[in-house]
Each structure stands twice: as structure tokens, then as C-alpha cells.
């Protein structure tokens, strides 16, 4: 059951061939079971089977609020949820408990959806590996599966070379890798939903920007923040997102138009598509695999009738650097409000008003965060405002116009990678700073967040080593709805593999439906 | 009429202290006639005391000073600027504090649209040019009472500039004069208010109460083209009355409504600008002109014998009537202005530029907002001047005092006296009586209706002119009686009986013949005497232009 | 076909792309991206370093204490980093505030729908007294704590 799609689930649970309260307890004993990915940040158990009971009488009832009633999902601990720890993986937020619910939390719990926790992150999100966060790293599932241990290159026992999720959204990864949930929240800035999604092999979507509320988000840079979702297959983000999308009056970043219901297709005629390869995206760093990978998902296309063309985007090069100014110029000024006076963690010095903030900061915030904060400021400086921030917001400008160009030389869509290589064992990326880290890891996302366009990473193949590669696709700003028919109708020619979890697959948590899986072998 | 002090002077002239007379301006309290009283909020009329400032030295060089007002405003509106709390003055503590005022993480502005209207028809009351976008930004710095960590203001593009205030000031040497001066206007803003911190001193704390955190201000950004103490008191008072007709803002300094704070340099006529300082916390137009003008003087002694001024922050103590430096807010501040994220740019609309399936709810159009424009006060003066023939600096002080215009207008309709006289004894009597025990205009114990009485009595001729002031002394008692009750009581009916009063005329001249002679010899005296004389033994209930008609008659003059 | 011109670049050797690390370490970032495109400038080390007062002044604005030698470098780092912002020729461009910038902004009807949650705002913080939220005393300037003197450029 829970290598299902949520409409199987839903219809099963419709049927009355599984109930929400069972659904509940598996993923509940499956959180268990897989602790040591450390996905979790908080489990929020009771709450879980509350809701799981209210769901089962709606079903009893025959009024089931939809396709997301009694469905086990898991929400990135950068969320506010009413009543529940929401921590933001930082000393700063332990013990805060929201006394409200974020705008997409309260959407899917008015669905009916079981909220089974709260997820790991990097520190307030900054991060590309999900390393960073007070309650340590988030591993990577697909680190005990057959697949890689079977063919990876170095033979090691034990867990010592375990593999990072990407980040900065990696719990949500993990948990929905492992089955522990069907869909799962996370947050995208600068690719930190397609990045794990990618790592974990899963369909990661980030909306347009102004599509889905971040009332309840904790931001990390408001102007590019999205909430994004994480599924294992693209009809169930479809559901997702169409309870998620619309105006909200509490965001006032959120578009007033009317939400139509998102229908996705079953069939798509791709002879229509015009596909744009942007070539400056072709960078040395970037793994021959993928390379590959992106070269036959683009043949793929053109066989189909599909247009393919090279597209020009020429400040790909600057929009790191760009992004980085702007990001933590935002995380300067957002991370001003803590101070230790109306939540959160407070210091025991209190001497004065400046030093007791002082302190609280010093304490609260880990070297990443405190080290954004104080390049943020310096780019807010009086003296340095016009040189940095304003040129960066001009770079953007130039950015965004070059995706309007090329999504105006008729290119319905952009195929790109997600990642430069496949997830990396936490040994090796420990290595770098997380600055460089999330320089070089976000460099085929962070425009797109910049853009405020939509994109979405689809696994497509596992690695020579076992290890799932995901392609992004990029749309227009609100053509959401386009971009995942177009998403559909690739994953469904790609077949990307389920992974085949060791231990659970022993013990008979883990039933795959056919004996052996077929994929259509892109290697 | 109180000796002047000041003469103002347009900046840039001398500036002309006139310590001389500043002596006979310390008297407390009695004030007589309306030219003296310059506005003030809702107490009796401000004095300028200098008793704290020092005498110029003599032979000094001219001193010119310079003086630009920041003025924050609250918007008269039920919910706060960027959520949904409450603004209301007295509340329990932290009660009207939204998820988003107190900064809870993930929480988001949503912008008022009664805030923007406010800020719209406050730039059109003042001839400001409305910015049709405008956007906001984050001014970053740390406080207790600031928990954002920022306060979200318009620093590049306010919703409008440019635009000028115009006030009258009384000119010479008897402040009789009246002259137009022009303010003019930077710039409006809106911006959120902090909440409030209360010291306890005892146990070493501050008390944080969120409620006032994110209500709707407007500040007001006057240039500095005001140049003392006295002007500054007097725009601000005429910004006070006009936000209060607009119903923008009620505008009580008391209540924190509006706060001013003051730029204050001093240079030499034709030199560069001096360094200014910036004096804060001056809730009451009194206060603003006391502080005004002893920084301007503290400045000048200081730059005379030989010292610097610093771009400080400083504050009014009341108690001991000087600017002190705050402590707190030192250091080099850089407040990192950055484009609030989270709120789109706003944009109004005027009816060229409305699109035709505009939400109502979601435009603001200016030229609604301009028709919809109440009467501001300078239209008012002028109708009262035309409509009720009353002087200009007369329909000043009736808009100055909080309350008078009510008051006068409530007599002008429940009298037949026509309204020159209503005129007189408002502002002469009333106002004077008033003055003398410092009371409010709703503090009188004279109400509309007790005066109008009095004055239909006077103009039926019923009593005299000295009675009836005689009158207004007893039912200034407030004892509860009306004036014809007093009227009666106190027998001052003028004689109705003319027979009679011709008896006593005659009896009069015949018991007076030397002063008859002296009028029939055309002493121009004796005939007032001989009025004077009847009038003593009408007891003074008669008419003196009858008795001198009379007389007149019975002399054959 | 263009997948086929991708395939004739891919030849090339290349750098086996597990993250990314150049023996010359995270300060240069070299993308050498297609024809035809800027080349960001290397970064020279160790150039601009930032002023002992500027640091202060960074750590008083922020309430954040660099706290080590390692903490500048890494900001020195950061804004090498961004200097390659003005490789770009920006001439006659707006900045991009928002990419919602030709969108309205929602105005709220101007009722009071929030507030008395006393108890729930309080109940997040550590030090509360009756309904009020406590703070320490004053604002005194952190130069002051550590016996400095305030530097004479503070006016």
C-alpha cells in the first residue's frame, strides 16, 4: 500500500480495503524503524492518529473530504504548525511551539491529511545537503538500498559513508523516500526541494512564485521562497498543488486570479512541445552521467516529434552571485526579529537590552546563519547599498529577462539537470563550507527561484553507482499546469525505479508489486 | 495686549530676541484679548516662558536659526496599519498584538486600505503631489518595543510630496497684524508606530506592552523653513485642526496622536548651514515651542563662546525646560534601508488610469478621495468671516480653541443677537474668563444656551450692557440659574416704563440744579454726569442712550 | 540536431564532478560556460580586507559577533564573491524588486479580525510579567560593556 499513488490510496481507502487509522500506524512504525535516517525532526504521533480516527469516521460515513482524507503526509520544520514544535532546525526556535498553523499546513489538515511530523532541514534552510541543522544530518535512503550497495564502487561496511539528501529540504526527502509518507512539504529558495528530490530520487516541485501562500513559512529569502512538495510520482504533486494553490489575503505576495482546478492529462501530444536546452548550463563541473542522462532525455523529446533547440541565458553565470547577495542581504534583515524578547531561545545575560540580544544571537544561530547575517548587513550598508544590492537586483532584472526571451522564441519549456553529480557521501561534502557548497550545488535551481518561475526535478535513471539522477524541467511563470503534463508524460517514458529498502523489504514492510522492475534503461 | 517678544522675521533676516520685554511675558496666566492667543492644544493659551534662556551678549553677530519638523500622526482607523489588532488607547496590556506585531515567525503584512485613503486625502489637504506608486521598505534597527528587528516605513517612494502647509503668524510690534506663511511639505509617509516601553527603574527591567506596535502612522516631513519656537506651535496647530476635519487623525498630543520632532540649526545669514540637532519627545505645542527655542539659544551661547555643536539626538525635560542628550540612541547608525519584500508596489489610481473592471474593494482612486474632501479650516475662517462679518484673526481663535467654534456657532443659532455682538462676548468675555482659571472651552460653566439667553435679554434691551456683563459674572458661578433668573433676582431689568423714567429725570434734574446749569452752559461733561447721576437712581436699570434722549428732550438740547 | 552537438562537446575531458573541489580552494570559482558568455573574474586572495572598525560597526548593526579570524575571512571571502557583480554591465536597467512588481498589491477591508491572544503570545516567551513582555533595562552600548571607549567617530 504505501508504494501506492495517493488516487490508489484514496480510492483503497474509499473502498474501505485499508483505513486511515492502518495507514497511520504503518507510517508511524516505518518512522521507527527508519530513526537513523533522522528525517524527523519531531513526530508528532498522537496528533496523527487523532486525525487519523476523525478521517476513518468521515470514511465510515461515506464524506471523505477528497483525495487527500486519511493520507499520512510530513511538513519541513520551517512551517508553522499550530501547537507542534516548529524549531527550523536551530537553537534559536527550540521550544517554540506556533500558536498558529502556516496557510498550506491548515490547507491540507482541512483535506483531511495526517500530519505524521515535522521534518529535518538545514538551519533555517541555509544549505545544500541538510547537514547543517541543530539535530543533525539527514541520510540519504537510497544509502541502504540494494541498488547502491550492490554497485557502488568502494566496499565499505558499516555506515560510515552514508550519502547526504541534498538540502535544504532533505527530511522531507528522506520521509517520503522511505515511505513513511505519500507527500511531504518542503521549501524552495535557491533549489532546496529539487535538490533532494533529485538525491532521493522523487518528483520535487517548486511553483510559481505568488501561486502558494508562504503565510507560516519562515522565511529565508522572501522575495524567492516558495513552499514546494515532494511526491513519489507527478499525478500525486498534481493533487497537491491543487489544494494548495490560490490567493491567500494573509500573503500579500500570493496572485489574486482565480485558481482553475488543475487537470492533468493522461495523454500528451509532444509533437507539439518546443523544448529549450540552455547551453550555458553546460558546465565542465557537471557529471558525464548527467550529461548523458540530458542528452538522451532530450533525443527522447525530438524523437517524439518534440522541438528541441538551444536556448541562450547569458547571465547563467552571474546568478549565483547574484543570488548570493540577495539572499543574504534578506537573511540580514529577517533574521532580525530574533531576539530572544517574544520567543524563542533567550540568553541568560541580561545586563542590557543590546547585550541580552547580542548573547541570544550568538547562542541561537549556527556559523552559517550568523555568518549570511553579517554579509547580508555589509551589503546593506549605507556605503555599499547601490554597488551591491542594487546591482544585484539589476542582475536579476537581466536574469528573469533572459528566461521571458526565451520562453519567447517559442519554447514551452526548459530541460536542464537538477544536480551536478549524484548525492555525495557526507564525508566528501563535509569538506567544502556550506557557502560554496550552496554555491555550486544550486547553480541549475537558484535562477529559477530568482525568476520566480516554476520547475520541477523528475528522477530519471539510477547512476552507475546506484544512485538516482533527476532532469529539471522549467516553465513559464503560471503555467504550472503545463509544465507537470509535461512532467508526466517524461516520467511516465523514463520509469525511474522504486528503491528497494534492505531492511524493509526483509521484514515485509515493503511489497513490490511486481517481482522485478523493469525500467527503460537511459545507461 | 501682551508686549511682544518675538518679532518674527523671515529666516534669513535678524534674528531679533527681544530679552527687553521678555520680563513682562512671564506673568502666568492672565492673558487678555484675542490677538495674544496663539493656538494650543486643548489647555489655556501658551506663554513663550523664558525664564530658562539667557541674555545675548551685547554687539553679537545676527543668529538666524533654522527649524525642520518630522511629524508622526496616527491614523484615526479601527485595525493597524498591517494587521488586523485593534488600535484603541487604553487597552490591557499586549490585548490588541497580532501574530504579525509581535513578530512571530511566518508571519506576513497585509496593508489597510482605510491607512492608504488617510495617507491620500492627507496629501491632498496639504497641495502634496500623490505618488500613484508607491512601495515600502525595511528600516532596520534594534529596540525592545521593535520586534521585528525593523520597521517597515516608506523611505524612497512615499505615497506624496511636495507639498506646502500655510499658516498665520501676528506680525509687529502689537501682534496685530496678520501674515500668511508657508511651510512646505517633503514629503508623507506611512509607516508602522513601536509598540511601548515602561522602565521600571525599581527592578531593573523594562515592561514591553505591544499594543501601539504597528499602528498606522503618517509622517509629515516639513522642511525647515519654519525659524523659531512660535511658528513651529503654530503650524503644527494648524496641522493638528486639519487632520482633525479630515478625520485622518484625531490628532491628540496628549494621547500620543501626534508627535512632533524638531530639527534645530543656527547660522549667520548668508553662511552655510550650521550642524543641527534633533530634539525628540514633545507631546504638547507648548512644549514645542519652550524646547524649539532653547535649543536655538542653548545653540547660539554655546557657538558663541567658542564651542561646537553636535548632530545629536536630544530630548525636552520638562521640569528643568532644556534639551538634554539621550543616552540611548548613540553610536553611528546606518538603518540598512531594504524593499520590503513581502508587500508588492502600491498603486492608486485617478479616474483617467481606473481600469474598467477594477474591484472597488481593491482601488484607491484619488479623485474619489478629493471630491469626498471635507471643509479644511482655512475655508472655514474664510466663511466665517464672510458669513458672520467677523475680523480674520477673530475666526482664528474661534478655530484655535478646541471647542470654541462649537460654542459659537451653538449661541449664533439660539440667539437673535446678530453675530458681531455673539462675537464680542466670546471672545472677549468668555474666552477671557476662561483664560483666567485656565479651563477649557468644555469646562465652561457658561453653557451656549445660558449665553444666548443673556444676549437675547441685552439685545430686547431688557437690561444694559454693564448688567448684563453682571450677569455673566454670577452665571460664571455656575450655580444653576439662569440669566433671567439672576436678572430678576438681582433687579437689574432695565425700567420698561418710560413715564417713569421721565419722573426720574426730572426728579434728578431738579435735585441736581448745578450740574442742569453746567449742561444747559454746555459743559461737555456735565450731560454724562447728569445720565450718570439718573442711572444711579434708576439703580441702574435704565437705559443710558434713553436717559440721555430724555435729558436731551427735557433741556431742549 | 542539437542533442548531437551536445554529444560532440561532451567529449572533452572532464572534471568528474562529485562537488566541486579545486585544489585552489572555494575562492575561485571558474565556470567556463559555452561560447560566447562573461567569464567572472578570479578573485584575488586576500585583496580588501575589511577594517577592524568596519567589523565592529558590522557586529554592532547586526548583533552578531564574527567571533573568530576565520568568520572575516569568510565574509572577505563573500564579498569577493560579489564583486563580481560589477563584471555585468547594468547601464540602463531598473532593479528588479519583485517579480510580482506589475501586480497590485491586496488591500484589507479595515476591520479588527485579530488580536486579544494575550495568552497564547505570552506563553512563547521566557521572561513575562503579569501581561507585559520583559526586557533588561536601557540600550547601553555594547562599547561601554567592555570598558572601550566609544570611538570618536560615533557622533
Known sequence: MLGRTLREVSAALKQGQVTPTELCKKCLSLIKKTKYLNAYITVSEEVALKQAEESEKRYQQGQSLGDLDGIPVAVKDNFSTSGIETTCASNMLKGYIPPYNATVVQKLLDQGALLMGKTNLDEFAMGSGSTDGVFGPVKNPWSYSKQYRERRRHDEHGDSHWLITGGSSGGSAAAVAAFTCFAALGSDTGGSTRNPAAHCGLVGFKPSYGLVSRHGLIPLVNSMDVPGIFTRCVDDTAIVLGVLAGHDPKDSTTVQDPIKPLMIPGEMDVSRLCIGIPKEYMVPELSSEIQSLWSQAADLFASEGAKVIEVSLPHTCYSIVCYHVLCTSEVASNMARFDGLQYGHRSGIDVSTEAMYAATRQEGFNDVVRGRILSGNFFLLKENYENYFIKAQKVRRLIVRDFVNAFESGVDVLLTPTTLSEAVPYLEFIKEDNRTRSAQDDIFTQAVNMAGLPAVSVPVALSNQGLPIGLQLIGRAFCDQQLLTVAKWFEKQVQFPIIQLQDLMDDGSLVLENGKLTSVSLT | ?557 | MWARALRVRFRTPLDRGRGFASKAGPQEKVQETGQGTHSPRLALQGADRVPAAKIEHLERLALVNFGSREAVARLEKAIAFADQLHAVDTDGVEPLESVLEDRCLYLRSDNVAEGNCTEELLRNSHHVVEEYFVAPPGNISLPDMVNKTPSPTAE
Open chain 2, 1 to 557: 495686549m501682551a508686549a511682544s517678544v518675538l518679532r518674527l522675521i523671515y529666516p534669513g533676516r535678524r534674528w531679533a530676541l527681544a530679552w527687553i520685554d521678555g520680563g513682562s511675558r512671564q506673568r502666568s496666566g492672565t492673558q487678555t484679548g484675542p490677538a495674544s492667543n496663539w493656538a494650543r492644544g486643548q489647555s489655556s493659551v501658551a506663554q513663550l516662558s523664558l525664564h530658562t534662556a539667557q541674555k545675548p551678549r551685547k554687539g553679537e553677530h545676527k543668529w538666524a536659526a533654522v527649524v525642520g519638523l518630522e511629524i508622526h500622526v496616527q491614523i484615526s482607523s479601527n485595525s493597524k496599519l498591517f494587521s488586523g489588532a485593534q488600535v484603541c488607547f487604553a487597552a490591557p496590556p499586549n490585548s490588541l498584538v497580532s501574530f504579525f506585531d509581535a513578530s512571530l515567525p511566518g508571519t506576513l503584512p497585509v496593508l489597510n486600505r482605510r491607512c492608504v485613503e488617510a495617507a491620500v486625502m492627507t496629501g491632498l489637504a496639504l497641495n502634496c503631489h500623490i505618488n500613484k506608486k508607491s512601495s515600502f521598505d525595511r528600516k532596520h534597527y534594534f529596540y525592545a518595543d521593535l520586534p521585528a528587528g525593523y520597521q517597515i516605513t516608506q523611505q524612497r517612494l512615499p505615497i506624496a510630496a511636495n507639498g506646502h502647509l500655510t499658516y498665520s503668524v501676528y506680525m509687529g510690534k502689537k501682534r496685530s497684524q496678520m501674515a500668511t506663511k508657508t511651510v512646505r511639505i517633503k514629503q508623507i509617509q506611512l509607516e508602522q508606530d513601536s509598540g511601548k516601553s515602561l522602565h521600571d527603574d525599581l527592578r531593573s527591567q523594562t515592561l514591553i506592552d505591544l499594543n501601539r506596535a504597528g499602528v498606522g502612522l503618517l509622517e509629515v516631513v516639513l522642511e525647515p523653513d519654519l525659524c523659531c519656537g512660535e511658528e513651529a506651535a503654530i503650524a503644527v496647530r494648524e496641522l493638528q485642526m486639519i487632520l482633525q476635519a479630515l478625520g485622518t487623525s484625531q490628532a491628540n498630543m496628549a494621547e500620543g496622536q501626534l508627535r512632533v520632532d524638531a530639527n534645530i540649526s543656527v547660522h549667520h545669514p548668508g553662511e552655510p548651514l550650521g550642524v543641527r540637532t534633533e530634539v525628540k519627545n514633545l507631546n504638547s505645542l507648548r512644549f514645542l515651542a519652550k524646547a524649539i527655542d532653547y535649543e536655538i539659544q542653548r545653540q547660539i551661547t554655546e557657538l558663541e563662546s567658542g564651542g561646537e555643536i553636535l548632530n545629536e539626538t536630544r530630548s525636552f525635560d520638562y521640569k528643568l525646560g532644556c534639551t538634554v542628550p539621550m543616552r540611548d540612541k548613540e553610536g553611528k547608525q546606518d538603518y540598512r534601508f531594504m524593499p520590503e519584500p513581502n508587500l508588492p508596489p502600491l498603486v492608486l489610481y485617478d479616474a483617467t488610469s481606473l481600469p474598467a473592471d477594477a474591484d472597488s474593494q481593491q482601488v484607491v482612486n484619488i479623485d474619489e478621495l478629493r471630491d469626498m474632501l471635507p471643509e479644511l479650516p482655512s475655508t472655514t475662517r474664510e466663511r466665517l468671516v464672510e458669513q458672520y462679518g467677523i475680523l480674520p484673526e477673530h475666526s482664528f481663535t474661534l478655530l484655535n480653541e478646541v471647542g470654541l467654534l462649537e460654542f459659537f456657532q451653538s449661541v449664533i443659532k439660539e440667539t437673535r443677537a446678530e453675530p458681531k455682538k455673539v462675537t464680542n462676548w466670546v471672545l472677549n468675555t468668555l474666552l477671557y474668563y476662561l483664560k483666567q482659571q485656565n479651563l477649557a472651552v468644555s469646562e465652561s460653566p457658561v453653557t451656549p444656551a445660558a449665553l444666548a439667553e443673556l444676549l437675547d435679554l441685552l439685545d430686547s434691551k431688557a437690561i444694559s450692557s454693564s448688567a448684563a456683563k453682571q450677569v455673566f459674572e454670577e452665571l460664571w458661578k455656575g450655580d444653576g440659574k439662569t440669566a433671567a433668573q439672576i436678572v430678576s433676582e438681582q433687579q437689574l431689568e432695565l425700567m420698561q416704563d418710560r413715564e417713569a423714567l421721565e419722573q426720574l429725570c426730572q426728579a434728578t434734574m431738579d435735585s441736581h440744579p448745578q450740574v442742569v446749569m453746567d449742561v444747559r452752559n454746555r459743559n461737555p461733561k456735565a450731560i454724562n454726569k447728569l445720565i450718570g447721576l439718573v442711572r444711579r437712581a434708576s439703580l441702574s436699570r435704565a437705559d443710558p442712550t434713553l436717559i440721555k434722549e430724555i435729558l436731551e428732550k427735557k433741556l431742549s438740547l
